[in-house]
């Protein structure tokens, strides 16, 4: 059996061919079309108290009007479809810009869920969802007295 070492990134691949690396690392690394080609979807953190689920999810820059938030049998579903369109004119210039913002996230709800008892608020960038639970469901805390 005979062991060959392939070459790592010890190996200068620069030196074969620096030009091509340089081309495909540049248009792999630019912001502008990484920025295009990653969906964005807004960080969420879910929660659990003794008497109601919390849904966070980070969005700023956006307006309460911009949410919709619908319950489908036992699916909440939370999304932001917004569509901007920017002119400037200038002296030797005009630019146009367009700017389209929109993600959906669904979350499955358990059987305990009070399905008339779901609120939602945001403030400061962060969109609260509070879901209730059912009354049957939440546990009573109690002392056991041991005999």
Same mark, same amino acid.
């Given at each position: 059996?005979?062991l060959?070492?392939?070459?790592?990134?010890?190996?200068?691949?620069?030196?074969?061919?620096p030009?091509?690396?340089?081309?495909?690392?540049?248009?792999f690394?630019?912001?502008?079309? $990484?920025?295009?080609l990653?969906t964005? =979807?807004?960080?969420v #953190? !879910?929660?659990? +108290?003794?008497?109601?689920?919390?849904i966070?999810?980070?969005?700023?820059?956006?307006?309460?009007s911009?949410?919709?938030?619908?319950?489908?049998?036992?699916i909440i579903?939370?999304s932001?479809?917004?569509?901007?369109?920017?002119?400037?004119?200038?002296?030797?210039y005009?630019?146009?810009?367009?700017?389209?913002?929109?993600?959906s996230? $669904?979350?499955?709800?358990?059987?305990? =869920?009070?399905?008339? #008892? !779901?609120?939602? +608020?945001?403030?400061?960038?962060?969109?609260?969802v509070?879901i209730?639970k059912?009354?049957?469901?939440i546990v009573?805390?109690?002392l056991?007295?041991?005999?």
């Open positions: 059996m005979a060959i070492k392939l070459p790592g990134k010890s190996y200068n691949t620069d030196a074969v061919n030009f091509v690396n340089n081309v495909f690392d540049n248009l690394n630019d912001s502008f079309i $990484s920025d295009r990653v964005r =979807v807004p960080a #953190n !879910i929660t659990e +108290s003794a008497d109601a689920f919390s966070e999810v980070a969005a700023p820059g956006l307006q309460k911009d949410f919709k938030i619908n319950v489908d049998k036992n579903s939370i932001v479809e917004k569509q901007e369109e920017k002119e400037e004119n200038g002296k030797v005009s630019k146009k810009e367009f700017s389209y913002t929109s993600f996230r $669904s979350f499955t709800l358990p059987d305990i =869920v009070d399905y008339a #008892n !779901i609120d939602a +608020s945001y403030e400061s960038g962060v969109l609260a509070k209730g059912k009354e049957e469901a009573a805390k109690r056991i007295e041991v005999k």
